[in-house]
């Protein structure tokens, strides 16, 4: 999986009263202020906002405007590179959220780490920032976190590499070991006993492999092969037919994207997987064609939810007139949460990082989450079966956490 600035201020406030309202009622919140905000979004005939025009940031000297009301967060993104498309549509989202959410207490500024992490964390604490949204790549924590830690202030990345959790650092990212223990876990409550897998060459492949083959293990199932690919379509192909030549399985996971496993299914079903249920990852979420495949049909992956991430994705559409990329949700949700917290953090005083470690967790556009102890975002993931007409979930995802 793909892990997943310019000076410049959003403001807008929702009174939060409760320390501790119920996840169920944010996530109704959630969903009617989404709701409402579509209501009354700029119709289509009528030209979208343009995004914030790039201005000069201000020297070190200067500094930004004094405001002693707002909490001061920086949102470290890419807005300049190859991934400038996936930095500005965080940056959006963010912005829905501090509209949606109508709150003042935040100042939020966005740096391009497109110049370098390091040089946009440094001018983010610079100018009086007291947490980090971002930023989205394990590299890129990695120039910022020391930088951060020396002054006390949390980054919450949008990362999903756990190499870089911890020690100030919480990641919000999507994490593959989650979604396959959701599947293998409900593929073995199912009868399925004998697995398989495909797994690609690389890092989200060796964790892909590590989580399958600790799962399986767990729920009382048996590995029979696992092959691994280098993403070609001759190497696709050679790793189906050795998994034939091989074992028999009644599941396998395609633990790559949607393309790889359209690619992947109609030589499965040809070369001895012919009644075997197809497993995926949180990958297949963002792919949108896999019910084209009739190999693919009746496949199981798990991910976070797509219920409000589509009334989202629609209001962003006709906000910015283009469709968001999958992440963007992670954006939103990270400024509910700072908004969550802002009830009780005084502004110019150092974010309550003991916060982030609540055990009833947070509710977001991607459904519940919290952080364990070493700083990860646990997710609560559904099901969901790939049909004719699209995707259905078929065991959906628990509503908050056990203590």
């Known amino acids: 999986m793909a892990e997943w600035g310019l000076a410049g201020q959003v403001r807008f406030d929702v009174p939060l009263r409760g320390r501790h309202p119920s996840l ?94 390091a040089a946009a964390a440094q001018r983010a604490l610079a100018e009086g920032s007291k947490l980090i949204l971002g930023p989205l790549t394990a590299d890129e924590v990695k120039q910022a976190a020391p930088i951060a830690r020396a002054a006390n202030v949390p980054i919450i990345s949008y990362s999903n590499d756990v190499s870089v959790a911890g020690n100030g650092v919480w990641l919000l990212g999507y994490m593959p070991e989650q979604s396959i223990d959701r599947v293998v876990s409900y593929a073995r409550s199912r009868g399925l006993a004998n697995f398989a897998a495909l797994v690609p060459k690389g890092v989200y492949g060796e964790r892909a492999g590590s989580a399958f083959l600790a799962r399986v293990k767990a729920a009382g199932g048996t590995l029979v092969a696992m092959e691994t690919f280098d993403r070609s379509p001759a190497s696709v192909q050679a790793a189906v037919k050795r998994l034939a030549a091989s074992s028999s399985y009644d599941a396998l996971l395609i633990a790559d994207a949607g393309r790889i496993a359209l690619q992947a299914g109609p030589l499965v079903r040809a070369n001895g997987g012919a009644d075997a249920r197809i497993l995926g990852t949180e990958l297949w979420n963002a792919e949108t064609g896999l019910s084209a495949s009739t190999a693919l049909r009746g496949a199981w992956f798990a991910s976070v939810s797509d219920g409000l991430y589509r009334t989202l994705a629609s209001k962003y559409r006709t906000a910015y007139g283009a469709a968001p990329y999958r992440l963007a949700s992670l954006g939103y949700d990270s400024v509910l949460l700072a908004v969550r917290i802002a009830a009780e953090w005084k502004p110019g005083a150092n974010f309550p990082t003991a916060r982030l470690g609540d055990s009833e967790g947070f509710a977001g556009i991607d459904g519940a989450f919290r952080f364990n102890r070493t700083g990860i975002a646990e997710r609560n993931l559904e099901v969901q079966e790939v049909g004719a007409s699209g995707t259905s979930v078929i065991d959906a995802a628990p509503k908050g956490f056990g203590k």
């Open 24 to 117: 169920g009622k944010i996530a109704a919140l959630l969903g009617a202020m989404l709701l409402a905000a579509c209501s009354s979004v700029v119709p289509r005939t009528q030209a979208p906002p343009a995004p914030p025009p790039p201005v000069t940031e201000p020297g070190l000297d200067k500094g930004l405007p004094v405001d002693t009301a707002r909490h001061r967060v920086a949102l470290l993104v890419p807005m300049t590179g190859p991934n400038a498309g996936v930095g500005r549509s965080i940056a959006n989202a963010t912005t829905m959220a501090l509209l949606d959410t109508k709150t003042e207490r935040l100042r939020i500024t966005t740096y391009d780490t497109g110049k370098g992490a």
